[in-house]
């Protein structure tokens, strides 16, 4: 059974900065790929981010490509996300996801999902 665990969410001020981490267990994730999506209240869930967990190519949404970027540590088991330059627009719970596929920027097709974290941005 995967388990993955959010942390590193907050509240922070426009134009801040917060890197949440997503630690992964229960199987070894050699061809997984893990992802980010994001919920704002009222709204429905968004894709973010996503990196292949054995190798270097990710792909990000484009309204935060440029502030955001994503990477893992194999050895840690976990996956991060670097977020600067902060909006009010990005408020919303932070979900980290995984699949053992293909790419997707689909909530649906992602197996596992971690709690979420709230991340809060002040004007």
């Known amino acids: 059974q995967v388990q993955l665990v959010e942390s590193g969410g907050g509240l922070v001020q426009a134009g801040g900065s917060l890197r949440l981490s997503c630690a992964a267990s229960g199987r070894t994730f050699s061809n997984y790929i893990v992802a980010w999506f994001r919920q704002a209240p009222g709204k429905e869930r968004e894709f973010v981010a996503r990196?292949?967990?054995?190798?270097?190519?990710?792909a990000y949404a484009e309204s935060v490509r440029g502030r955001f970027t994503i990477s893992r540590d194999n050895a840690k088991n976990t996956v991060y996300l670097q977020m600067t330059k902060l909006e009010p627009e990005d408020t919303a719970v932070y979900y980290c996801?995984?699949?053992?596929?293909?790419?997707?920027?689909?909530?649906?097709?992602?197996?596992?999902w971690g709690q979420g974290t709230q991340v809060t941005v002040s004007s």
């Open positions: 996801a995984a699949r053992n596929a293909g790419w997707s920027a689909i909530p649906s097709e992602y197996t596992y």
């Open positions: 990196v292949l967990w054995s190798g270097s190519t990710t």
